[in-house]
């Protein structure tokens, strides 16, 4: 026959305390000293960088480099009150109709009219596949804007220009942005 | 007659060591640690925002560097938050460059420089640009030219990150 437990064998259990007070102690040094490096705003910065040659104290050095003949391809996106003008060395990419933006503004949510960066995007990395390895000057691109564009319009084109999301994955477009003063 | 407590009763109301209950302490401090240590930064705070102005936003990666810190905001241009010129008398002025901004910027940009003689720091020629969201193309550019102009070329423009 099985042995059975006694019946009258039982144990109450003893309520084990884990000592968490030296935890504590690290947890209140811990804490401050984070707290006093703890970043919540994240900042970041988008670099542009002159050439520093062209931007001397007199600006004459840029007339001593010896013309170059190698075509260029000179992208320009133009951010105008009525939507983006995409440009290059060799030709306006025209909209719908002649005269019209490449990319037009479209209606927001709120029935405002905004700029289209997803389209702009999206034209660019067509550009971006076309032109890679053709010119030198592939990944640079030139931001033009109307005196009255505001500043957050000019971070996102800069946005939209960097780099696309394509099946989740970023792609890099043109990473390399110059600010150009005036629109011609 | 007096009261006498029940000698039965005696060992019931006998609450025993009394601990302090921690659990939900720690709990709560195990919380607080993981999202402090997810916002941690080994640098600290390198460029202060300031407080009259809204930077734009933008998905960029890069992190902030050091710089000679240029601020836009609606009413002043300050270098180094010193008052420079007046926002507002900035529109009005023909060509691209801000005199006074320029002067300021060579002030600094000749120290810099004297430094970087005598004790041999590399004067990188790096600005920091913090600009109000709604600041118009048209100022912007202007202190963008005249920081260049100013032995500035490196220019970063400084926004908050945007996650995604």
Redesign the interface.
Known sequence: MAYRPSKRAKHGFEWIHTNITPMMNLMVVLIPLLLTSAEFVKLGVIQLNLPPAAVGPEGEKLNELPIEDIKRLDLTVTITNKGFFISSSMAVLSGEREGEPTIPLIMAQNDSMVHDYGSLSEKLYEIRKKAENRFPDYDRIIILAEPDIVYQTIVNTMDAARSIKINGKRQSLFPNVLLSAEVR | MAFIPSHAKKHKTDPGEV?LQ??S??DM??I??VF??K???VH??L?N?SQDLT???????????LGLDVTVSYDWILVNNKPVERTRDVLKQEG?IIPALQEELRLYASEAEKMEKKYGTKFS?KV?IQ????????I??KV??TC??S?Y?????????REG
Do not use: C, H, W
């Not at chain 2, 600009?131 to 048209?138: A, E, F, R, V, W």
């Not at chain 2, 070329?153 to 990150?161: C, D, F, H, S, T």
């Open positions: 601990r921690l659990t302490m720690m401090f195990t607080i640690l402090l240590l916002t941690y930064s600290g705070q460029i925002p930077l734009p936003s933008s998905s960029v990666q890069s992190s902030p560097e691209y020629g920091t600009g109000d969201k709604n600041l118009p193309y048209s912007l550019i963008m030219a260049g102009r032995n070329p490196n220019m970063r423009l400084v926004v908050y990150k």
